[in-house]
């Protein structure tokens, strides 16, 4: 997908302080820790088309109003995906500005999880 110059000085400049992890990564940090939560952040027909069989769903367009009802911890591990890491980057850069210090953006997103061949459910 070809992005617009803004959006990606939005998701340069939030990637700047939002701390990224790769799918592996991803992996390791879900196994050592069963309280943490993978959240798909993309629409919600890129959802039903495919995810993370484990993952929850909060969109990008209304994460930062549902994030507190939804995981009211915010000491809690969450590791955040879209369809390539921008988004994701996005939505992680907001939840560390409402108080949620234990976020990851992954890295590549829906697709890089694709390619590991990340189990997934429709």
Known sequence: MQHSP???????????????????EARTRLSA?????LLDVREESEWAAGH????????KG??????????????????LY???GFRSALTADAAQKMGYPRIWSLDGGYTAMVAAGWPMAR
Do not use: M, T, W, Y
């Open 62 to 79: 209304i994460f930062e109003r549902d994030l507190e009802n939804r995981i009211p911890d915010k000491d809690r591990e969450l590791i």
């Open 52 to 59: 993370a069989v484990e993952a929850q769903h909060l969109g």
């Open 33 to 37: 820790n069963p309280a943490a939560v």
């Open 82 to 84: 879209c369809g390539g």
């Open 6 to 24: 803004g959006f990606l000085s939005l998701v340069n400049d939030a990637k700047a302080r939002v701390r990224e992890l790769s799918v592996a």
